[in-house]
T-cell receptor, first 119, second 111 residues
Framework: DAGVIQSPRHEVTEMGQEVTLRCKPI?????LFWYRQTMMRGLELLIY????????DSGMPEDRFSAKMPNASFSTLKIQPSEPRDSAVYFC?????????????????FGPGTRLTVL | GEDVEQSLFLSVREGDSSVINCTYT??????LYWYKQEPGAGLQLLTY?????DMKQDQRLTVLLNKKDKHLSLRIADTQTGDSAIYFC???????????FGTGTKLQVIP
């Protein structure tokens, strides 16, 4: 398995521009999570989906941030307009509930991240 | 709500044991985890422990869980320079496989 795939790996943009980050979860996983990591705030959960449905978006900083999951194999995180304080590493992770009766550790598998720099 | 706390930094000499500590607040946690993040990479599961266990050993790693005090620790025996990374404590909380992560402890191994 290729693992969680994120693109782009690096993004440099100017303030006010729209930024779209992409994620392909591991095939068969039914939960997808978007995180943001900064030195100041550590790792923050922004939003997560279960079976393509947004469950909790309380971590989304403000209306400039939006996330979609149109199907089980693709999700986007969009920032419009972007601001310098959005500069961070954005991670996508996916997990699976495991087989019924087999027990599940709910392990999350992380992608390599997208390093976003907003000038 | 759920809260997971860790110290930010730990420095040890190569060959010594490292102990990284974590406290959490959700008494209903079912699983607790240790993730490792190497520079420029995402988090990767290192080990986990089920909440009805007190200890779990996996090669150089020993996880201790004190449910009464809501305290979790990770001991790395014979620490190597390759163990230098950020270690995150996490707890399974809520539904839909949501996990709450701690702030991360940066482990520096001095040769």
């Amino acid at each position: 398995d290729a693992g969680v795939i994120q693109s782009p790996r690096h993004e440099v943009t100017e303030m006010g521009q729209e930024v779209t980050l992409r994620c392909k979860p591991i095939s068969g996983h039914n939960s997808l999570f978007w995180y943001r990591q900064t030195m100041m705030r550590g790792l923050e959960l922004l939003i997560y989906f279960n079976n393509n449905v947004p469950i909790d978006d309380s971590g989304m900083p403000e209306d400039r941030f939006s996330a979609k999951m149109p199907n089980a194999s693709f999700s986007t995180l969009k920032i419009q307009p972007s601001e310098p304080r959005d500069s961070a590493v954005y991670f996508c992770a996916s997990s699976s509930p495991g087989l019924a009766g087999a027990g599940s550790t709910d392990t999350q598998y992380f992608g390599p991240g997208t390093r976003l720099t907003v000038l | 709500g759920e809260d997971v706390e860790q110290s930010l930094f730990l420095s040890v000499r190569e060959g010594d044991s490292s102990v990284i500590n974590c406290t959490y607040t959700d008494s209903s946690s079912t699983y607790l985890y240790w993730y490792k993040q190497e520079p420029g990479a995402g988090l990767q599961l290192l080990t986990y422990i089920f909440s009805n266990m007190d200890m779990k050993q996996d090669q150089r790693l020993t996880v201790l869980l004190n449910k009464k005090d809501k305290h979790l620790s990770l001991r790395i025996a014979d620490t190597q320079t390759g163990d230098s990374a950020i270690y995150f404590c996490a707890e399974r909380s809520g539904g839909y496989q949501k996990v709450t992560f701690g702030t991360g402890t940066k482990l520096q191994v001095i040769p």
